[in-house]
């Protein structure tokens, strides 16, 4: 049996090191074969009900968008009064805007961070051969996402009210407190308050996305790791995570992109307060373009624009991690 | 093509195309043939609530009087109403009525939101002489010989400012509900007996953005008279971070240290209900605090209604009175001007069902009805003494009447919509954080006097006779009325 060495440089041997009588036989791509005859027609049939929804529902607000952030415009009447740049201008010098975009960023880095890691520890349970119940903590974990978001605000409003919430009656019965604690009266104790149970409700969906991802990795690297005498940690740190570092990267992104359209919560469980501390970018917009007559379309369109940059700006710093991603995937096969 | 593959592109194109016709064939025409004639439906739109039931009547009775005429009421909560309703004009789905006292005559004309009351624009002398001489006015609910508004509900009791306490707590506390605190003093000494004495709390007061104007007009129109949008006629300034304004928001803050206010940011449904539940002992509000607790089961028997308490060394400032009472308006997409000004006559008149229910339900006190007639509700009574006390509420100056040309003049109107509720969330902020509040509020006062100053320099420059004069009234004495005869002086 011959061994194959990695090229200088590298630690893992690619494809590139094999000779041609070694590689794995090429898959054929089949999405690129031209489609003939009807089935292309059977191809716009299929496409076209999304394609017009894309249209309408994407790419159409976006044009509008960007066509009203230079206008001064209320969202009645025609649009005549041209702005020009004076919406950017006046955003840019909007304080409370750059409140909503630092509360935005660090609601989606503490929720990514808190939620990715412990909602994996969770997936890696669930997946163990040795666990009972595993239907039971599945549904138990997963059941928050269903109830909607303005429903979860309201419920923690009452559970942490400091006059008759559930929670400070029990600090209070415990005798840990003597006055409830107002978790909304401090800009960080009520952010911490939005990450929290953001992360609560949106937990058992990316429980979900791990155990995917372990699913993926093949069962005989465990059982070969097993007759090695690994240990679990090992198995864990030298097999399990390796492999699913690239699907992490992707979940990584969606929990960061999820997070900046953060908005039913803020609505419902501060408002943007205390004064205007919580204010995140999605509530600042929905303020200027509903929350005073006249309306401000023009003017909420122009911060939903620039705030779309800074997120592509983050997203496509990510996109690169991403790419990197798929290509060991495919290298993976996961 | 296989034929079967033609038979199934068929029959996929036909689904298509059914339900893009149907699509398109939605109607959305409110006249329908009932019986022998055409049927009109009259949409209104309020915020209301409480009042739901009492519309179903009105609406049955009016039809009952006018079968051609069906009407449907719309209640939405108020928070809710202030988008749905302007999204309703954009997308021309706009109701033939609607409840508006968010902005005046000169923004809802701007807007192109309303038409006159009446299909040809006058309304004749037996309809305006239902009101007290003086109730229409150039600017406010007329314009250009036309009238668009009508004065609704009275401004002498109607309004925020009166002090609700329940009964049970007092009693729990020791405490005579019909000897309330006058003072300031007066009202710390109970809430610290409430305190002591239940497990009650003592003011229940929401805080949660413009929520927290129960508390505050509750205390500051014992202060200082200034108009809804912090504005001080009398220098012609805006005025959070002025004397009166910063001593009382200094008191609430010492009634918040001491552990006087129900503890939690909450909106106003909360902390109604925690009054209600007997969960506080006092809750600052208004008139219509009587329908929308009977709405809930809470009744009156169980609460007593008094004054706004005073600061120790005496009242210096009254509520304010204003001339623009307009509440409902006649959409500008109304198909059916007719109706709609059919209903109004009927709505307004003074011996009429709607008047008769309104007061039955004791939902508060009309500007075309005789209130010392009418009024039987014993709380409703009470309130009417309180408002009807000298000096308790006072009729603000108005800048139209001393400069028509404010009636065209945007420049107040955009030095307050900008941040429409910024008085409210800086007061917010400087409660929970303890700041004071003139730290707090000093960049707001300022940008809303600059913004005021420079449009009306720019409407100045541009023809119109308006200045910073037409909102300055230095001769008035703020606990007294404006009356008419002083903008003769």
Known sequence: ?334 | MNPHRRGTAVIITAAIASLLLAACGTSTNSSSSSGGGTQTTLKIWDFSAEQVQFHKDIGAQFTKEHPNIKIEWRSITQADYMKTLPLAFQSNQAPDMFYWNATGLSELLDQKWIRPLSPDGTVPADFTKRWPDGSFLDGINMQDGKTYGFPFTENLYWGSGYMFLNKQVFQQAGLDVNNPPKTWTDLKNACAQIKAKTKAECIAAPTKGEDMQRIWYGLVSSVSTSSTDFFDYKTGKFNLTAPGQLKTFAFIQELKKAGYLAPGTNDKNFSRQQFAAGQAGIYFDGTWMLSVWDSQGFSSDNYVVAPRVDPDEGQTGAGGRTYDGNKYWVSSQTKHPDAAWTFIQWMTDPNGYFVQQYYKNAFGTLSYVDNQKMVSHPVLKQIMQIGAKPGYRVQLPEPLLKCPDIAKSKAYVNALTKTPDAEWEAMNEALVSGQPLASVGAAIVKQRQTALEEGLEQEAASGLKVSMDCYTFPEWDSTKDYTSDMYKS
């Open chain 1, 1 to 334: 049996m011959t061994t194959i060495a990695p090229a200088p440089g590298r630690e893992r041997v690619t494809e590139s090191d094999r000779s041609p009588a070694q590689r794995a036989p090429e898959r054929v791509d089949h999405s690129r074969e031209r489609v003939r005859g009807l089935d292309r027609v059977w191809l716009l049939v299929f496409l076209a009900p999304f394609l017009l929804l894309y249209l309408g529902f994407t790419i159409w607000p976006l044009i509008a968008t960007i066509y009203y952030s230079f206008f001064d415009w209320s969202g009645i009447g025609p649009i005549e009064n041209f702005a020009g740049v004076d919406n950017y201008g006046s955003i840019l010098a909007d304080p409370l805007f750059w409140v909503s975009v630092v509360n935005t960023l660090i609601f989606a880095l503490l929720t990514t961070v808190i939620k990715l890691p412990i909602s994996l520890v969770a997936a890696i349970l669930l997946t163990r051969k040795w666990l009972r119940g595993k239907r039971f903590f599945r549904t138990v974990f997963f059941a928050p996402l269903i109830i909607p978001v303005a429903m979860a605000g309201l419920i923690f409003t009452y559970l942490l009210n400091p006059s008759n919430g559930a929670l400070n009656a029990i600090l209070r019965d415990l005798g840990l407190v003597d006055e409830g604690f107002d978790v909304f009266a401090n800009r960080w104790s009520a952010l911490l308050v939005l990450v929290l149970v953001s992360i609560w409700q949106i937990f058992g969906q990316y429980m979900i996305y791990w155990m995917a991802a372990l699913q993926n990795v093949p069962e005989e690297l465990y059982e070969a790791a097993a007759i090695d005498g690994a240990s679990e940690w090992k198995k864990l740190t030298r097999i399990t995570l390796p492999i699913i570092k690239p699907v992490a990267v992707i979940i990584t992104l969606l929990g960061l992109v999820n997070a900046m359209h953060v908005f039913g919560l803020v609505v419902t469980l501060t408002a943007g307060g205390p004064g205007t501390s919580t204010y995140v970018v999605s509530y600042f917009i929905y303020q200027n373009a509903f929350g005073r007559v006249p309306f401000d379309y023009g003017y909420a369109s122009a911060a939903a624009l620039l705030f779309s940059v800074i997120a592509f700006v983050l997203v496509s710093a990510q996109g690169l991690a991403v790419r990197r991603a798929q290509r060991l995937r495919k290298e993976y096969g996961v």
